[in-house]
């Protein structure tokens, strides 16, 4: 398919680095901010909408912020269909719950004050779908007065005092996001949470991926050196985590378990990018992972890339070994991220099995069975394979 101009001939000036793509209603809207012309109302610099149309979109004549300045940020929908926005203003997040009629709007937008009076940044926001329905604003902030104010913080708009993340601190703004991209957020597709992934505090940057309120945070695995990250729902509750590695430029996924608790194995995939990539990600209820990346290529031009991962699973135990001078009936369980993989597929030596509702396969080896160094292998829909080793001895 070819790429078309979503407005088509207009010309559009200081259009948002990173608009937001939502569903609302049976449409598909973007939500951005930028100025059209000198007179009219997208002339002004408010955040507007365009709504999905053929053949190009429609501008909608309402908008959602009354400041109109620079007020580059991000957007989310509720489940009744109510759009939202969040950007930066001085040391305060401005927000709107709710499209106005006009651009820009006759009633102000809300604010509130960062803790310390900081430096905020790369505000965006999410709701929380599956959960309380509200929205929640998050941003990352220097320049704070007491300096243990610097790091990432989250609020509840529709009520709460803010939440710093734990484990944040002024190297975890310094180190991430790199680009100055909006604060990763997700929600959930099946239980109430609001998710952030961060810096830690350390001088190199390794992700934690916080559930808001949660008074730990998870260490994302692999991900030492993390230049830039971004996160995204997953199937029955899980967590999509993705990162590029400072150094190599290499891009690894990861995803939780269904009640976000763990982490299953890291896919890492090399990239054409001679500098660090950007990336956005999109998961939802389908089994693979949506991955969009833009870079400067190791040919020095700008690029932008897609492509899709998949989950990987885990094989138990790793290596067993039995003795060729008994029967035996061995047990090997398959599991994504903790939890265990129903009609999941196992190969050793010849034999086939099907996991059962709770991961395992089953194999039976009779007395005098051949020895051997055997692989064992688990495979399913949308999964990465697994393997592990059998050893049968004499």
């Known amino acids: 398919q070819q790429s078309i101009s979503i407005f088509g001939s207009d010309t ?7 608009p937001t793509l939502l569903p609302y209603g049976k449409e598909m809207v973007v939500v951005f901010d930028g100025t059209r012309g000198t007179t009219g109302p997208y002339s002004q610099g408010c955040i507007v909408v365009a709504t999905s149309a053929k053949p190009t979109w429609v501008l909608e004549p309402w908008s959602l912020s009354q400041d109109c300045v620079g007020n580059n940020g ?8 109510t759009l939202s926005a969040a950007w930066i203003s001085g040391n305060q997040i401005d927000y709107r719950v709710g499209v106005s009629q006009t651009i820009p709007p006759g009633t102000p937008d809300s604010y509130f004050s960062v803790p310390g009076h900081g430096s905020p940044d790369s505000a965006n926001v999410v709701t929380d779908l599956a959960g309380s329905d509200d929205v929640y604003a998050a941003w990352n902030q220097n320049d704070s007065s007491p300096a243990t104010d610097n790091g990432f913080w989250v609020k509840d708009l529709m009520g709460g ?13 310094s180190n991430f996001p790199e680009f100055s991209e909006l604060v990763p957020l997700a929600n959930t597709n099946t239980h109430g949470g609001v998710f952030i992934v961060y810096c830690s505090n350390a001088s190199t940057c390794s992700l934690l991926l916080w559930r808001v309120g949660a008074k730990k945070p998870l260490v994302v695995p692999g991900s030492y050196n993390a230049l830039d990250a971004a996160i995204s729902a997953g199937p029955d509750g899980r967590i999509w985590v993705a990162w590029a590695n400072r150094s190599s430029n290499d891009v690894s996924t990861v995803r939780t378990n269904t009640a976000d608790t763990a982490f299953g194995p890291v896919e890492t995939y090399a990239t054409p990018c001679g500098g660090g990539p950007a990336l956005g990600l999109t998961g939802g209820d389908y089994g693979r992972l949506d991955i969009v990346m833009t870079c400067v290529n190791t040919a020095d031009k700008d690029g932008l890339y897609v492509t899709q991962s998949l989950a990987g699973l885990s094989l138990t135990p790793s290596r067993l070994e039995i003795s060729a001078g008994s029967s035996n009936t061995i047990e090997f369980g398959v599991s994504d991220a903790g939890d265990p993989v129903a009609g999941a597929t196992v190969r050793v030596d010849g034999k086939t099995a ?3 509702a709770k991961g395992n396969a089953f194999f039976s080896f009779p007395k005098g069975s051949s020895t051997g160094h055997f692989t064992v292998t688990a495979s399913a829909l949308n999964y990465y394979s697994a393997h592990a080793t059998l050893d049968i001895v004499s």
């Open 354 to 356: 099907t996991t059962n």
């Open 161 to 173: 005092s803010a939440m710093k993340a734990p484990g944040s601190g002024l190297n975890s703004v």
């Open 74 to 81: 991000g957007a989310t929908v509720t489940r009744n269909g």
């Open 12 to 18: 559009w000036g200081s259009l948002s680095p990173f």
